[in-house]
């Protein structure tokens, strides 16, 4: 009997219109687009500007293109998960507000929260619930609002984060095609080093955490770029050597946009070229959820159907993972 697998069908992305160039940040912040670049690899990145505008926004941008791409309606979704580390509110969640904005009236919808992981945390949790043969399309969103969290006199931080959303969906598939493997991994002693403090029951919203300026995001820069380089290549490696691949049998390494030294060390450690690598920080920063599917959407016309996919990432948490997959359709 052949296995039933979760196969990526279609794919979309969606990036606000204002961009906030390194040269704009350096009238906000001491640093320069030279320090920028050779640190991260970033010369841009888009902010979701005007009043009233959420993570949820982004994430139905992203989901109306992919419905309008793939010729479905809403009603026709069963589960949306959203993956975000920006919800519009505590509750609820993000997901059953986008379900609502697109009229996706039959399906049960919640957010993942694993930080930068979260969109192959999700992936990993919709592959599963379409194997059963209960639920047959799925769609994962990831979708950021990182402007919202990020400290603009912070030069550690500012320089690397924008907004963005990208949404796939899963769909059976008994051809081979699909999801083959995932590997995740979590150490909640990363909490020390990448972290949000403010806003949650550990530390409630008050004068104090506002001042402390607790609710914006916290980073050890050198701390989280050792475990992220360990992280998102070993993780990648065992996946490749528990499915017997080499270098040449992957088409693309998809990995989280995180910063550029990272993404080399793990493409070096799989054995890929960076010509096999999907790498569009330069223009999004790092969107956290957003990046992995906005890689796919804008390298889509260049896959092949049964093409070998790496997708990688690593997070706040620390949470990491990777997803091996094969391509399931030609879209010249």
């Known amino acids: ?8 069908t279609s794919v979309h992305g969606y990036v606000p219109e204002y961009v906030l160039s390194n040269q704009e940040l350096e ?44 010729g479905i309606a809403a ?30 009236k039959n399906a049960f919808a919640y957010d993942l929260m694993a930080a930068c992981s979260g969109f192959l945390f999700s992936i990993a949790t919709a592959s599963k619930y379409i194997e059963t043969g209960d639920y047959k399309k799925i769609i994962v969103v990831g979708a950021d609002k990182m402007s919202s969290i990020v400290d603009y006199t912070d030069r550690q931080t500012c320089i690397i984060f924008g907004d963005g959303a990208g949404a796939v969906l899963l769909e059976p598939n008994k051809d081979g095609l699909g999801v083959q493997d995932s590997i995740m991994k979590s150490n909640g002693e990363g909490r020390h080093f990448l972290r949000m403090t403010g806003g949650g029951s550990y530390r409630p919203a008050s004068k104090e955490t506002i001042k402390n300026k607790e609710h914006f995001i916290h980073q050890e820069g050198q701390t989280v770029f ?6 998102m290549a070993d993780v990648s490696g065992e996946i490749m050597e528990r499915n017997n691949l080499k270098g040449e049998d992957i088409a693309w390494l998809v990995p989280h946009q995180a910063n550029k030294r990272i993404i080399d060390a793990t493409a070096n450690r799989m054995g890929v070229g960076m010509d096999k690598v999907m790498l569009n920080i330069q223009r999004y920063g790092n969107t956290t959820n957003g990046t992995i599917p906005l890689c796919l959407w804008e390298w889509e016309n260049q896959l092949n159907k049964g093409d070998n996919l790496i997708l990688a990432a690593f997070g706040g948490g620390f949470t990491w993972g990777s997803i091996y997959l094969k391509w399931a359709y030609d879209n010249k």
């Open 226 to 231: 050792k475990f992220a380089v360990k992280g």
């Open 27 to 70: 009238t906000m912040v001491d640093t320069n687009d030279e320090w920028i670049t050779t640190r991260t690899g970033i010369k841009e990145r888009r902010i979701l500007k005007g009043e009233g505008l959420a993570s949820s926004d982004l994430g139905v941008g992203a989901i109306e293109g992919l419905l309008h791409k793939r």
């Open 1 to 8: 009997m052949t296995k039933l697998r979760a196969a990526i």
């Open 75 to 104: 009603e026709e979704i069963d589960c949306i998960i959203c993956a975000t580390a920006t919800p519009d509110m505590m509750f609820p969640s993000t997901a059953c507000i986008i379900a609502d904005k697109i009229g996706a």
